[in-house]
Every structure is written in C-alpha cells, then in structure tokens.
Nanobody
Framework: QVQLVESGGGLVQAGGSLRLSCAAS????????MGWFRQAPGKQREWVAT???????NYGDSVQGRFTISRDNAKNTVYLQMNSLKPEDTAVYYC????????WGQGTQVTVSP
C-alpha cells in the first residue's frame, strides 16, 4: 500500500526559504503527476504546483517565480522549494499523487512570520 509522507515544514521569517519533501513509500512512483496543495485556516484548499511524469511543471499565480517543484524518481520523492516566503504562504501543505485512486499525504505545517 502506497503512502505519501510530507516533511520539511516549520517556522521561518518572511523572505526565508524552506524545502518540503513528499516521499512515497510502499511502491514505486506510479502516479501520472504529483502536486502540492495548501490550506490556510478558514480557507479552502488551494492548488500550489504540479509536476507531470514527463517533467512539465505548472504553478499557481500566487507562487509563480518563488516556488519550484521537482521530483527524484529514484528516491520516489517530490520536492517543493519555497523561496521569498510571505506570511500569506502560511498553511498546511499537502502532497497529492494523481492516480487511480488519488492519494494524499497527511500534511506539513508551514508558518511564515512577518
């Protein structure tokens, strides 16, 4: 049974950086794409970025130019490099595997202080 486990969240000051990881355990990567989403308190879950199996990436407008999604197939891991962080980036960040069925991780908290 495949599980997605996020890590790398924490507290950082505005302007700082964090790198999130999402490791798939239990099986090789079999998802057609991997994505990152986030959910701030009182708000709906928001799409952040996607990386497709061929390496094509897409980003939400709010993170374009600041965040970078990448994947290491040998390690069954997807990363989200977050630079120039802002307080409005504060949220729980979730990893998603697009497949049949979709799979979600448990989330990792990112807090950006002013």
């Amino acid at each position: 049974q495949v599980q997605l486990v996020e890590s790398g969240g924490g507290l950082v000051q505005a302007g700082g950086s964090l790198r999130l990881s999402c490791a798939a355990s239990g099986s090789r990567f079999s998802f057609v794409a991997m994505g990152w989403f986030r959910q701030a308190p009182g708000k709906q879950r928001e799409w952040v970025a996607t990386i497709h199996s061929g390496g094509i990436t897409n980003y939400g407008d709010s993170v374009q130019g600041r965040f970078t999604i990448s994947r290491d197939n040998a390690k069954n891991t997807v990363y989200l490099q977050m630079n120039s962080l802002k307080p409005e980036d504060t949220a729980v960040y979730y990893c998603r595997g697009y497949g049949i069925p979709d799979l979600w991780g448990q989330g990792t908290q990112v807090t950006v202080s002013p």
